[in-house]
């Protein structure tokens, strides 16, 4: 059996110490995958952020804020897994930098520099010793070509597509491309469903 990685959640990127950059991930997917994982023997560790979710007891869990923090975790952890799932939904961006007092109205527009964030995936493939990786593509538009392109830029084994209205939804549909860019396989349903076709996906394509 494998030791999988799963990343969860969102991130957060502070610009004050009370406000914070962060997105709607609830960490549904990710528990659903470390669910269908431990099910099928594996074992989990789930690094997540911020969630007022649960997640299985049979996983080993991490809690982080930032998506440093989250990086720093998934590097440690991702060197005695046999894969990574990224499901998490980090900060693509954080303020150039923190105010060390809460921002104060002042009459005026408040404008902001944004730097990126580090990518957590394409970090762990430039660190990777023959470990799969399967990363998630949430899109708005042209999911298909977005998809592919993500995945080889981040150089990932599978990209998981799916769209916006899954977030906060107990629903998905996603669709599984190769690095060859073909399709493996297309599921709608429950995050609980879908992500015991990933399991099966990544088992049957991935896993050795």
Request: charged share 20%; with cysteine; glycine share 8%.
């Amino acid at each position: 059996m494998a030791k999988v990685l799963i990343t969860s959640g969102p991130t957060r990127e502070y610009l004050d110490p009370v406000r914070y950059l962060t997105n709607a991930s609830s960490g549904r997917m990710g528990r659903a995958l470390a669910d269908a994982f431990l099910a099928a023997g594996h074992e989990v560790y789930v690094v997540s952020g911020p969630v007022e979710i649960t997640y299985p007891s049979g996983c080993v869990v991490r809690s982080v804020v930032t998506t440093t923090e989250m990086l720093e975790a998934a590097v440690e952890w991702f060197a005695q897994c046999d894969g990574v799932i990224g499901a998490a939904a980090p900060c693509d961006f954080r303020p150039a930098s923190l105010a060390t007092d809460k921002i104060a109205k002042n009459g005026g527009d408040l404008f902001l520099q944004l730097v990126e964030t580090p990518d957590i995936l394409a970090t762990l493939a430039e660190k990777r010793q023959g470990q799969w990786i399967v990363g998630f593509a949430l899109e708005t538009r042209d999911g298909p070509d977005k998809a592919i392109g993500k995945m080889r830029r981040k150089h990932c084994d599978m990209m998981i597509l799916n769209y916006a209205d899954a977030i906060q939804s107990e629903r998905t549909h996603i669709t599984a491309f190769a690095s060859t860019g073909e399709i493996l396989g297309s599921f709608a349903g429950s995050k609980v469903e879908a992500a015991s076709e990933i399991c099966e996906w990544i088992a049957r394509h991935l896993m050795r």
